[in-house]
């Protein structure tokens, strides 16, 4: 242990963009942030495309950010893997996909296929759909595959469901193969924050538990837009002719679950195929099942994986453990996993000499109701733990962007910048103060466009801009480029997430592993 640490923080969501009414960013004004560019080395970092392994021009995700960042590696993403697999033809050999249909012709029973529903590519992909879609025509399951659909209006514009609920229909209609079952917004059936009263409304209407029925998909959706109540919260609702013809999960059906993200996919898994649930009481427990998961939810849930997730090795994490040096992972828990489970490189449990604390999200149904969230009880353990010198290195996200962004409240997300401004100030001061080290980036953008440039509206989904980052210690004081937060979008690209974990590694003195390709990025700004 050493009383002079080497910080890591990620401020999720927090990308580059220019000045505009929508970037919360610039209309905060952060004061020490804006000391920090005038003061410090800085950067502008590639965070999404092919830079994260995803699609050329796909924004970037927290999970991907932090996978890279911790792997110091780019690995072909599930969204980009799966696309290639469904254009090799390989998807429709899939042995899980044929196991859950040989499973329904075997018991006379339904197909099942649940997911969100768009092309955000963050979670799911509309384009995975119909090619299980078009799987289960190839095997005659025209009259047994039921379609329980989230909306999204999160990684997508906020009433963008209704044009992909269409096309769905034109699908169906033009391969004369399955029905759309239910349709609920991803708040209800996506829900990762233990709110189990949601998880319990989506899993009512998937299993045909509900008095709430529409006749007409489309019609359905439109009525909910009247009612001011968009994609992602849209109420989960059966659609049939009548209460009568309702149809849901029963005992000897099959389900695939086409989301490929874990994080938001686990409780609703979990309800369907746990023995000892305690999230709600279910009125309906499914019977000989068989559940296939796009990729690993978690570890130990009975289902079959698709695709399963890839071996990573030699991450940050992993090299910190290996030299016999002491870590700390923080974060709330809307970024638990993050910065646990992906930034160790898709690993469930702690390194040797490593720490995690999981601060609690506020228990509010929107996030712009309270844009502090739990930042400043992260503040309090870390200079906590700084104080004591019991950490080498410290990892800490704060949600504060990309959460509060995601609500399209501007207001709000100025506001979650000035508290992430001030929990700043106090960490990197206290740091710098024992001689300590602090890089300071983030995984992807977000709140620095919260208003479409182009439609002028409300923009909730991550955006493609480069994040910035920035280097603090003691002898680089006075080294900045003397840049103002409104002009740093204007600074060159000179790195992406990739380079973190070697330059993380180098503050620290340790080896970087063979596998990592980034690089040491102070030798680039000046470190």
Wanted: net charge negative; hydrophobic share 40%.
């Amino acid at each position: 242990m050493t009383s002079k640490p080497v910080v890591l923080i990620i401020l999720d969501g927090w990308g580059v963009a220019a000045p505009t009414a929508g970037n919360a960013i610039t209309n905060a004004r952060p004061e020490y942030w804006e000391y920090l560019l005038k003061n410090y080395p800085a950067t502008l970092l590639q965070a999404s495309g092919e830079a994260v392994g995803l699609p050329w021009g796909k924004m970037g995700n927290s999970e991907v950010g932090h996978l890279t960042i911790g792997a110091g590696q780019i690995f072909l993403q599930s969204l980009e893997r799966i696309n290639r697999e469904i254009a090799a033809g390989s998807f429709f050999e899939n042995q899980a996909f044929l196991k859950a249909i040989n499973h329904v012709k075997n018991n006379n029973s339904k197909l099942h296929l649940i997911g969100l529903l768009g092309d955000g590519g963050v979670h799911a992909h509309q384009g995975h759909l119909l090619a299980l879609l078009d799987l289960a025509s190839k095997n005659n399951l025209h009259n047994k595959t039921y379609l329980h659909l989230f909306l999204d209006g999160r990684d997508t514009a906020k009433d963008s469901g209704l044009v992909f609920v269409q096309e769905t229909v034109e699908t169906i209609n033009k391969i004369n193969c399955g029905q759309i079952a239910s349709i609920g917004g991803r708040y209800y059936g996506m829900d990762r924050n233990n709110n189990w009263d949601r998880i319990e409304k989506a899993y009512g209407v998937i299993t045909g538990g509900t008095k709430n029925v529409s006749d007409d998909v489309i019609e359905a959706v439109k009525e909910s837009y009247k009612k001011g109540i968009f994609d992602e919260e849209l109420e989960p609702i059966s659609i049939a002719q009548d209460k009568d013809n309702v149809v849901g999960v029963d005992d000897n059906d099959a389900i695939i679950f086409f989301n490929f993200r874990s994080d938001r996919a686990r409780q609703i898994t979990k309800a369907f195929v746990a023995e000892d649930f305690e999230g709600f009481k279910r009125e309906k427990k499914i019977e000989n099942l068989l559940f296939v998961g796009f990729s690993d939810y978690e570890d130990g849930l009975p289902i079959e994986v698709a695709f399963p997730k890839i071996t990573i090795e030699n991450t940050l994490a992993g090299a910190i453990s290996q030299a016999g040096l002491k870590q700390l992972h923080i974060a709330e828990t809307e970024k638990y996993a993050h910065v646990t489970f992906f930034l160790n490189g898709l690993r469930e449990d702690p390194y040797l000499g490593e720490e995690r604390i999981l601060i609690p999200s506020p228990a509010v149904a929107s996030y712009d109701e309270k844009p502090e969230m739990s930042a400043f009880l992260i503040r309090d353990q870390v200079l906590e733990k700084i104080k004591n010198e019991e950490f080498d290195f410290i990892v800490i996200n704060f949600a504060n962007p990309d959460m509060v962004g995601h609500t399209g409240n501007i207001k709000a997300g100025i506001e979650a910048i000035e508290v992430v401004d001030k929990c700043l100030y106090e960490i990197v001061e206290t740091v710098v103060g024992k001689g300590g080290q602090v890089l300071i980036t983030a995984d992807h953008g977000n709140v620095e466009e919260m208003i479409n440039l182009e439609t002028r509206r409300i923009d909730k989904e991550h955006s493609n801009f480069p994040v910035p980052m920035i280097l603090v210690k003691e002898e680089l004081r006075g080294q900045g480029a003397q840049k103002t937060n409104s002009e740093l979008c204007n600074m060159k690209i000179r790195g992406a997430l990739v380079d973190i974990a070697p330059t993380i590694l180098s503050m620290l003195g340790v080896a970087k592993p063979e596998k990592m390709i980034g690089i040491d990025l102070q030798r680039t700004i000046g470190g």
